[in-house]
Protein backbone atom coordinates (compact mmCIF):
# COMPACT_ATOMS: atom_id res chain seq x y z
CA UNK A 1 0.00 0.00 0.00
CA UNK A 2 1.25 3.64 -0.69
CA UNK A 3 1.24 5.92 1.42
CA UNK A 4 -0.23 8.93 -0.37
CA UNK A 5 1.62 12.47 -0.85
CA UNK A 6 -0.09 15.79 -0.67
CA UNK A 7 2.30 18.78 -1.18
CA UNK A 8 1.23 22.77 -1.65
CA UNK A 9 3.30 24.78 -3.92
CA UNK A 10 3.11 27.75 -3.45
CA UNK A 11 4.83 29.28 -6.24
CA UNK A 12 5.75 33.08 -6.62
CA UNK A 13 3.37 33.62 -3.51
CA UNK A 14 3.73 35.03 -0.29
CA UNK A 15 5.90 37.62 1.40
CA UNK A 16 7.86 35.86 3.84
CA UNK A 17 5.49 37.06 6.95
CA UNK A 18 2.65 35.77 4.76
CA UNK A 19 4.47 32.54 4.55
CA UNK A 20 4.34 32.20 8.37
CA UNK A 21 0.84 33.45 8.80
CA UNK A 22 0.02 30.44 6.11
CA UNK A 23 2.06 27.89 7.21
CA UNK A 24 1.12 28.34 10.81
CA UNK A 25 -3.09 28.23 10.07
CA UNK A 26 -2.12 24.77 7.87
CA UNK A 27 -0.27 23.53 11.13
CA UNK A 28 -3.14 24.56 13.27
CA UNK A 29 -6.02 23.30 11.34
CA UNK A 30 -3.92 19.65 10.63
CA UNK A 31 -3.87 19.38 14.24
CA UNK A 32 -1.90 15.86 14.49
CA UNK A 33 -4.51 14.31 11.93
CA UNK A 34 -1.99 13.48 8.90
CA UNK A 35 -1.30 9.61 10.18
CA UNK A 36 -2.07 8.58 6.92
CA UNK A 37 -0.67 11.18 4.11
CA UNK A 38 2.69 12.45 3.73
CA UNK A 39 2.54 16.32 3.82
CA UNK A 40 4.76 18.81 2.36
CA UNK A 41 4.44 22.14 1.45
CA UNK A 42 6.40 24.61 -0.58
CA UNK A 43 7.30 28.01 0.10
CA UNK A 44 9.13 30.24 -2.45
CA UNK A 45 13.06 30.32 -1.51
CA UNK A 46 13.07 33.28 0.86
CA UNK A 47 10.03 32.20 3.36
CA UNK A 48 12.15 28.50 3.49
CA UNK A 49 13.42 29.67 6.52
CA UNK A 50 10.40 31.31 8.72
CA UNK A 51 8.35 27.86 6.81
CA UNK A 52 10.53 25.95 8.72
CA UNK A 53 10.61 27.00 12.09
CA UNK A 54 6.50 27.24 12.03
CA UNK A 55 6.58 23.49 11.29
CA UNK A 56 9.87 22.48 12.82
CA UNK A 57 7.67 20.15 15.09
CA UNK A 58 5.29 18.90 13.02
CA UNK A 59 5.07 15.96 10.31
CA UNK A 60 4.76 18.25 7.61
CA UNK A 61 7.95 18.68 5.83
CA UNK A 62 9.66 21.46 4.17
CA UNK A 63 9.65 21.47 0.09
CA UNK A 64 12.03 23.66 -2.02
CA UNK A 65 10.50 24.67 -5.84
CA UNK A 66 14.35 24.39 -7.08
CA UNK A 67 17.44 23.88 -6.81
CA UNK A 68 20.81 23.70 -9.44
CA UNK A 69 22.72 20.47 -10.30
CA UNK A 70 26.11 22.29 -9.25
CA UNK A 71 27.58 22.30 -5.40
CA UNK A 72 28.25 26.15 -5.57
CA UNK A 73 29.79 28.51 -8.00
CA UNK A 74 29.44 31.45 -9.93
CA UNK A 75 25.49 30.88 -10.85
CA UNK A 76 24.26 33.72 -10.27
CA UNK A 77 20.49 33.71 -8.40
CA UNK A 78 20.79 29.82 -8.25
CA UNK A 79 20.22 27.94 -5.14
CA UNK A 80 21.99 24.66 -4.70
CA UNK A 81 20.72 21.57 -2.68
CA UNK A 82 23.07 21.75 0.11
CA UNK A 83 21.95 25.35 0.98
CA UNK A 84 18.58 23.66 1.18
CA UNK A 85 19.70 20.86 2.82
CA UNK A 86 21.28 23.77 5.39
CA UNK A 87 17.61 25.30 5.84
CA UNK A 88 16.42 21.35 6.59
CA UNK A 89 14.16 20.90 3.24
CA UNK A 90 13.91 17.25 2.92
CA UNK A 91 12.21 17.82 -0.96
CA UNK A 92 12.40 19.30 -3.93
CA UNK A 93 10.41 19.72 -6.92
CA UNK A 94 11.94 19.34 -10.08
CA UNK A 95 10.99 20.01 -13.55
CA UNK A 96 7.68 21.82 -13.09
CA UNK A 97 6.29 22.88 -16.16
CA UNK A 98 6.38 26.64 -15.74
CA UNK A 99 10.21 25.79 -14.88
CA UNK A 100 10.32 24.08 -18.48
CA UNK A 101 8.18 26.79 -20.28
CA UNK A 102 9.23 29.85 -19.18
CA UNK A 103 13.16 29.36 -17.42
CA UNK A 104 14.18 26.85 -20.12
CA UNK A 105 14.50 23.87 -18.30
CA UNK A 106 14.72 20.77 -20.15
CA UNK A 107 14.55 16.62 -19.60
CA UNK A 108 18.72 17.43 -19.60
CA UNK A 109 18.91 19.83 -16.80
CA UNK A 110 16.15 17.96 -14.74
CA UNK A 111 17.90 14.85 -15.02
CA UNK A 112 20.77 16.81 -13.78
CA UNK A 113 19.09 18.05 -11.07
CA UNK A 114 17.41 14.94 -9.80
CA UNK A 115 20.77 13.05 -9.80
CA UNK A 116 21.97 15.50 -7.74
CA UNK A 117 19.22 15.95 -5.18
CA UNK A 118 19.31 12.15 -4.42
CA UNK A 119 23.44 11.93 -4.34
CA UNK A 120 22.53 14.69 -1.45
CA UNK A 121 20.01 12.59 0.17
CA UNK A 122 17.04 14.95 -1.09
CA UNK A 123 13.57 13.55 -1.50
CA UNK A 124 13.04 14.81 -5.29
CA UNK A 125 9.62 15.04 -6.89
CA UNK A 126 9.70 14.84 -10.94
CA UNK A 127 7.51 16.54 -12.73
CA UNK A 128 5.98 15.20 -16.23
CA UNK A 129 3.32 16.58 -17.97
CA UNK A 130 1.71 17.43 -21.87
CA UNK A 131 0.64 20.67 -23.62
CA UNK A 132 -2.80 21.15 -24.41
CA UNK A 133 -1.36 21.08 -28.12
CA UNK A 134 0.35 17.80 -27.23
CA UNK A 135 -2.66 16.49 -26.15
CA UNK A 136 -4.98 17.50 -28.99
CA UNK A 137 -2.12 15.88 -31.44
CA UNK A 138 -2.86 12.45 -29.44
CA UNK A 139 1.04 12.12 -28.20
CA UNK A 140 0.10 12.69 -24.54
CA UNK A 141 1.45 9.14 -24.07
CA UNK A 142 4.77 9.51 -26.11
CA UNK A 143 5.76 12.77 -24.24
CA UNK A 144 5.12 12.10 -20.90
CA UNK A 145 6.96 8.81 -21.49
CA UNK A 146 10.65 10.73 -22.93
CA UNK A 147 9.96 13.23 -20.36
CA UNK A 148 10.05 10.06 -17.57
CA UNK A 149 12.93 8.04 -19.43
CA UNK A 150 15.03 11.56 -19.77
CA UNK A 151 14.52 12.32 -15.93
CA UNK A 152 15.14 9.49 -14.46
CA UNK A 153 18.35 8.74 -16.97
CA UNK A 154 21.27 6.93 -14.84
CA UNK A 155 18.81 6.75 -11.99
CA UNK A 156 19.81 3.21 -10.25
CA UNK A 157 17.48 3.60 -6.90
CA UNK A 158 14.03 5.49 -7.33
CA UNK A 159 13.80 5.20 -3.46
CA UNK A 160 13.95 9.16 -2.67
CA UNK A 161 11.73 10.12 -5.80
CA UNK A 162 7.91 10.62 -6.28
CA UNK A 163 6.99 11.86 -9.53
CA UNK A 164 3.82 14.32 -10.53
CA UNK A 165 1.92 14.08 -13.48
CA UNK A 166 0.95 17.96 -14.33
CA UNK A 167 -0.96 17.92 -17.36
CA UNK A 168 0.06 21.78 -18.53
CA UNK A 169 -3.31 22.28 -19.46
CA UNK A 170 -4.90 21.57 -16.29
CA UNK A 171 -2.30 23.65 -14.45
CA UNK A 172 -3.91 27.26 -12.62
CA UNK A 173 -6.67 26.77 -15.61
CA UNK A 174 -9.79 25.50 -13.41
CA UNK A 175 -9.82 22.38 -15.89
CA UNK A 176 -9.06 19.62 -14.02
CA UNK A 177 -8.05 16.30 -15.75
CA UNK A 178 -11.10 13.81 -15.32
CA UNK A 179 -10.22 11.06 -12.65
CA UNK A 180 -10.48 8.54 -15.61
CA UNK A 181 -7.91 10.56 -17.80
CA UNK A 182 -5.30 11.12 -15.06
CA UNK A 183 -5.50 7.29 -13.99
CA UNK A 184 -4.98 6.81 -18.02
CA UNK A 185 -1.15 8.98 -17.97
CA UNK A 186 -0.74 7.82 -14.78
CA UNK A 187 -1.04 3.98 -15.16
CA UNK A 188 1.17 4.08 -18.31
CA UNK A 189 3.87 6.12 -16.35
CA UNK A 190 3.52 2.82 -13.99
CA UNK A 191 4.05 0.80 -17.32
CA UNK A 192 7.17 2.75 -17.77
CA UNK A 193 8.49 2.56 -14.23
CA UNK A 194 8.00 -1.57 -14.46
CA UNK A 195 9.83 -1.38 -17.88
CA UNK A 196 12.71 0.89 -16.56
CA UNK A 197 13.21 -0.81 -12.74
CA UNK A 198 10.49 -3.92 -12.71
CA UNK A 199 7.48 -4.74 -11.05
CA UNK A 200 8.53 -4.18 -7.13
CA UNK A 201 10.20 -0.48 -7.73
CA UNK A 202 7.26 0.52 -9.64
CA UNK A 203 4.72 -0.81 -7.35
CA UNK A 204 6.10 1.65 -4.10
CA UNK A 205 6.79 4.61 -6.91
CA UNK A 206 4.28 7.35 -5.74
CA UNK A 207 2.87 8.91 -8.92
CA UNK A 208 0.83 12.38 -7.60
CA UNK A 209 -1.46 14.55 -10.08
CA UNK A 210 -1.24 17.99 -10.41
CA UNK A 211 -3.61 20.43 -11.91
CA UNK A 212 -6.30 22.41 -10.64
CA UNK A 213 -7.04 20.14 -7.86
CA UNK A 214 -9.83 21.71 -5.03
CA UNK A 215 -11.70 19.97 -2.27
CA UNK A 216 -14.39 19.44 -4.44
CA UNK A 217 -12.69 17.39 -6.98
CA UNK A 218 -9.34 15.87 -4.51
CA UNK A 219 -11.19 12.46 -3.69
CA UNK A 220 -12.39 11.25 -6.54
CA UNK A 221 -8.95 11.76 -8.20
CA UNK A 222 -7.00 10.61 -5.15
CA UNK A 223 -9.39 7.13 -5.49
CA UNK A 224 -8.13 6.12 -8.74
CA UNK A 225 -5.94 3.17 -8.47
CA UNK A 226 -2.65 4.84 -9.35
CA UNK A 227 -3.42 8.36 -8.55
CA UNK A 228 -1.36 8.72 -4.84
CA UNK A 229 -1.88 12.38 -3.68
CA UNK A 230 -1.21 15.83 -4.97
CA UNK A 231 0.63 18.60 -5.80
CA UNK A 232 -1.54 21.42 -5.57
CA UNK A 233 -0.66 25.03 -6.53
CA UNK A 234 -3.68 27.96 -6.01
CA UNK A 235 -5.58 25.48 -3.54
CA UNK A 236 -2.72 25.20 -1.17
CA UNK A 237 -2.64 29.00 -0.92
CA UNK A 238 -5.62 28.92 1.42
CA UNK A 239 -5.26 27.14 4.51
CA UNK A 240 -9.05 25.77 4.69
CA UNK A 241 -8.74 24.13 0.92
CA UNK A 242 -5.49 23.05 1.40
CA UNK A 243 -6.26 20.93 4.84
CA UNK A 244 -9.29 19.78 3.28
CA UNK A 245 -7.56 18.49 0.22
CA UNK A 246 -5.45 16.52 2.60
CA UNK A 247 -8.14 15.25 4.46
CA UNK A 248 -9.33 13.80 1.08
CA UNK A 249 -5.78 11.61 0.90
CA UNK A 250 -5.49 10.80 4.37
P1 LIG B 1 -2.79 24.44 -9.76
O1 LIG B 1 -1.21 24.20 -9.91
O2 LIG B 1 -3.26 23.56 -8.65
O3 LIG B 1 -2.91 25.91 -9.46
O4 LIG B 1 -3.40 24.08 -11.08
C1 LIG B 1 -0.66 22.91 -9.77
C2 LIG B 1 0.83 22.98 -9.91
O5 LIG B 1 1.33 23.73 -10.76
O6 LIG B 1 1.57 22.29 -9.19
Same mark, same amino acid.
Given at each position: ???????? =??????????????????????? !?????????????????????????? @???????? =???????????????????? @????????????????????? !????????????????????????????????????????????????? @??????????????????????????????????????? !?????????????????????? =??????????? !???????????????????????
Amino acid at each position: MRKKIVVG =NWKMNKTVAEAGELASAILEQLG !DGIVGCEVGIAPAFPALTEVGKVIER @SDIRLVAQ =NCHYEDDGAYTGEVSVRMLE @SLRCACVIIGHSERRQYFGET !DHTVNLKVRKALAEGMQVIMCVGETLEEREGGVTDRIVTGQVREGLKEV @SDLGGVVLAYEPVWAIGTGKTATPEQAEEVHASIRATII !DMYGELTAGHLRIQYGGSVKPS =NAAELFAMPNI !DGGLIGGASLKADDFVAIVRAAG
